[in-house]
């Protein structure tokens, strides 16, 4: 064979046909499409997305501006024991200056910082979130005549352990005798998104089965679904006071810590096209 000479692969065609030469540097481009399904809640319902599309949900096969479509909610919950304490303390001292009044509450809370180290608990969960210095005043008939300066810290702490979290708030309070006190409690959860997910699980399950009872209702038959929506905000759990509890009600109270359980609550909004039975 000669250099430079033209080499053709035979194309083996039936007897009758005439054999299709293709010209030169010609390929032949073959398209794969895949196809996903996503399954909601069990139906067997899902949203046809060809792969690597980025085509919007809502613009899916049946949910175009002129289909019907059901809209609809659920709401799910689920429970689980809080595994994080963040305890809020406060220090007030008064003398007749400012710096007596800051010195002395820098004691204090120096104090509580080697309390809740003597626990356990690391420096890097314990935050000062709140400091102020203040002249007082008294008023003898009627009269404002100044009576030294209050100081006033507040430190936040996060206990990860649960079990030694009434340890380490004996600790604090014991530790800086009448000038501590808690100004609240809260329990959260380290690692929240599971039962988050839980909750959320949940409320497109009830989502699922509101749409499947609407649309046999109505006659209809349930399309894809066109949008899928959580709802639900970021909870901001209300923090427990506990009244000022100081030194002063009982030096040796050891404090009970009970978790309990804490419910997570989430919402969806569910938007399915309707078909015809």
């Known amino acids: 064979m000669s250099e430079g000479s033209d ?3 035979p194309i083996h065609t039936p007897p009758d046909a005439t054999p299709r030469r293709w010209p030169p540097g010609a390929g ?6 895949a196809v996903g399904a996503l399954v909601v809640g069990g139906t067997g319902l899902g949203l046809a997305l060809s792969a690597g599309a980025t085509t919007p949900v809502s613009t899916a096969v049946g949910c175009n501006s002129s289909q019907p479509r059901l809209t609809v909610q659920g709401l799910g919950q689920a429970d689980g024991t809080p595994d994080v304490l963040t305890a809020v303390f406060g ?34 969960d314990v935050q000062t979130t ?32 649960i079990k030694r979290a009434g340890d380490a708030i ?23 998104a599971q039962v988050e997910d839980q909750a959320r699980s949940h409320a497109v399950h009830q989502a699922v089965a509101h749409a499947v009872a609407m649309a046999a209702a ?16 970021p909870t901001l759990f209300e923090p427990y006071a ?27 909004t569910m938007v399915y096209a309707l078909e015809h039975r």
């Open 242 to 268: 506990s009244g000022g509890l100081s030194a002063a009600n009982d030096h040796a109270a050891s404090v009970p810590v009970e978790p309990g359980s804490q419910t997570e609550t989430d919402q969806v």
């Open 28 to 33: 032949i481009t073959v398209v794969a499409v």
């Open 91 to 124: 220090f007030s001292s008064s003398a007749a200056s400012a710096t007596a009044s800051l010195s002395q509450n820098n004691a204090e809370v120096n104090q509580a910082l080697a309390a809740l180290s003597s626990k356990g608990v690391a420096q890097t």
């Open 130 to 161: 709140g400091l102020t210095l203040a002249p007082q005043y008294v008023y003898p008939h009627g009269v404002q005549t100044p009576n030294g300066f209050a100081a006033t810290n507040t430190i936040t702490a996060t206990l990860r352990d």
């Open 7 to 9: 080499v053709h692969t």
């Open 218 to 233: 109505a006659g209809r038959r349930l399309g894809p679904v066109c949008s899928l929506t959580d709802n639900t905000q």
């Open 170 to 192: 004996d600790a604090v309070v014991n530790a800086t005798g009448d000038a501590a006190t808690i100004n609240s409690l809260n329990f959260s959860f380290a690692n929240p």
